[in-house]
């Protein structure tokens, strides 16, 4: 079972297009998105657009439920840089949809009659602003995969790619579980402008205490950087945006 793992598009439709003609050379039996369609950039409605026309299941990111407070721009707006000028471009049936995104999908596999449990989230299973940053003690993670029962706790929100295996201790026999970091397809901040998505290869006939029945593999996709980056200086967006792109930071 191949599954490919995307998150904070962040609405880069050059990257995030790069990122779907990758999958159709991957040819992953399921996608996922883990959230943030919208936000630093201009084509929120565009992505929106393509996530629901390649039926791509998706949860909520933080930015997403942004728009709740941010409506969309009615004429002209303010000629001063705007950081909330992204949201005010998401049209009422784009917002209409990102508001009644789930916030976790779980999944659960079968291998050799022992049941394999992945998480899906934002941020971390408590709360979609978190980071769960490669650095937190292992404890701390342990403790997270106990409470909500992963096997497999995958994530996105911080843009910074890792795959972190961890083990636990259960009634005397070990129990492996893998953190997955997504990084970012449109908003990259570890250093490498192209888009990042994530391939997890489950070993259906492995068993969930043998490290490699789960396989991570991080894709970089070249992208039109320039045109995104340009994109956000041709817009009422902060130039900045357009740095954090060209120099993924």
Not at 227 to 241: H, I, N, Q, R, Y
């Amino acid at each position: 079972m191949k599954i490919a793992l995307l998150s904070d598009i962040h609405a880069n439709l050059p990257a995030f297009e790069a990122v779907l003609e990758d999958l159709e050379i991957q040819k992953p039996d399921a996608v996922y998105c883990l959230g943030d369609l919208v936000a630093y950039n201009v084509w929120p409605n565009q992505v929106i657009g393509l996530i629901r026309k390649h039926g791509i299941a998706t949860i909520a990111g933080n930015h997403d439920l942004k728009v709740s407070k941010i409506l969309p721009s009615e004429g002209d707006c303010s000629k001063a840089e705007n950081s909330e000028y992204a949201y005010k471009l998401v049209g009422n049936k784009e917002r209409d949809y990102l508001l009644t995104l789930p916030r976790h999908l779980r999944l659960e596999f079968q291998l050799n009659d022992q049941q394999l449990h992945m998480l899906l989230v934002h941020g971390s299973p408590r709360s979609i602003n978190e980071y769960l940053l490669q650095e937190l003690p292992e404890q701390y993670m342990l403790e997270l995969c106990k409470e909500f029962k992963a096997d497999i706790l995958c994530f996105g929100h911080s843009h910074k790619p890792y795959h972190r295996i961890i083990h636990s201790d259960e009634n005397g026999s070990d129990r492996v579980h893998h953190l997955v970091n997504t990084g970012s397809v449109g908003k990259p901040k570890d250093g490498d402008a192209r888009a990042c998505y994530v391939l997890i290869t489950i070993d259906q006939t492995a068993g969930i205490k043998i490290q490699d029945a789960v396989q991570v593999e991080f894709l970089r996709v070249e992208y039109d950087v320039e045109k995104a980056a340009k994109a956000v200086e041709l817009s009422l967006l902060p130039d900045a945006f357009a740095d954090n792109l060209r120099k993924a930071y």
